[in-house]
C-alpha cells in the first residue's frame, strides 16, 4: 500500500492506493480516481451500485485452490440480460483473480500465465459455439457488449463509469470456466485469457457474508474437499 500523501483530488480524503492498482474509488466521496505512473486523476462520481442481492462483501475473505485470498474491490456491469458483480481478488501469493457472481451463480477465474496466442476477432464468436481452448473442449455460454455501472474498492484497469467492454465465457463438462476478454476494442484479433472453474461460497469458505432474513448461510467446505 502506498504511504502517506495520495489524496482524492475530489474531496481531500487520503486514497491509499494498493501497489500497482490504478482505480480507487473513494469511500468518502464516491469519486473515481485514476492513477498513471506518479499522476493522479479524477475521473468523477461512479453510478449508483444496485442493490442485486449478492451476499458478498467488499473486504470478504476466503480460499481459492488452497491459497487465501481477500476481496478488494468490485465492478457492477450490466448489458441486456441484466446485472451482475465482477469481484476483484488480491491473492496471498501474489497473484490476482476475479469472482464472478450472477444470478446466484460463481466462478473464479485468474490471467492465464501464459498468453495463448489466439487469433479469433469478437464478431467471430457465438452463444453456442464450441471452441478448443487449451486441451479442453468449451462452449460458449455468454456473449456481451457490456458496461461498467459502478465499481467500488481498488481495481487494476481504468474502470470508467459506462465504459463498453467486449467478452465471452466459455464453459466446459468438468465445470472448466474462461473469459475471453477483448477490452474497449472488439475487432482485433487477441483476446486476453482468464481460466478456473465454477465454484460455491461455501467451497471458497467466503466470510463475513451479508445476512438476509430466512436465508441460511452456507457452512465451509469440507477440509480437503477441491476449491
Not at 500497482?20 to 493522479?40: A, F, M, N, P
Not at 473486504?59 to 469481484?87: A, D, H, K, M, T
Not at 471458497?204 to 457452512?219: D, M, V
Request: proline residues 9%; charged residues 15%; neutral net charge.
Amino acid at each position: 500500500m502506498d504511504g502517506p500523501g495520495v489524496f482524492c483530488p475530489q474531496c481531500g480524503a487520503p486514497a491509499p492506493f494498493r501497489g500497482t492498482l490504478v482505480t480507487l474509488v473513494c469511500e468518502y466521496c464516491g469519486s473515481t480516481i485514476v492513477r498513471d505512473g506518479v499522476d493522479i486523476a479524477l475521473v468523477g462520481k461512479v453510478s449508483a451500485l444496485v442493490d442485486n442481492g449478492s451476499p458478498v462483501l467488499l473486504g470478504s475473505r476466503g480460499r481459492w485452490r488452497g491459497v487465501p485470498f481477500e476481496i478488494i474491490g468490485r465492478l457492477q456491469v450490466e448489458y441486456g440480460r441484466g446485472q451482475w458483480n465482477e469481484w476483484f481478488l488480491a491473492l496471498a501469493d501474489g497473484t490476482t483473480g476475479w469472482l464472478s457472481d450472477a444470478l446466484g451463480q460463481f466462478a473464479v477465474t485468474q490471467p492465464r500465465a501464459q498468453q495463448l496466442p489466439l487469433n479469433v476477432p469478437f464478431s467471430a464468436v457465438a452463444v453456442g459455439m464450441v471452441l478448443a481452448f487449451d486441451g479442453a473442449t468449451l462452449t460458449v455460454v455468454d456473449r456481451r457488449a457490456a458496461q461498467y455501472r459502478g465499481s467500488e474498492g481498488q481495481l487494476p484497469m481504468a474502470a470508467t463509469p459506462s465504459c463498453t467492454y467486449y467478452a465471452v465465457d466459455l464453459r466446459g463438462p468438468a465445470g472448466e470456466f474462461v473469459t475471453l476478454d477483448w477490452g474497449e476494442s472488439p475487432k482485433h484479433p487477441h483476446p486476453q485469457q482468464y481460466v478456473g472453474s465454477n465454484t460455491t461460497i461455501a467451497q471458497l469458505g467466503l466470510h463475513p457474508l451479508r445476512a438476509f432474513q430466512g436465508w441460511p448461510r452456507p457452512h465451509p467446505a469440507a477440509a480437503g474437499a477441491p476449491t
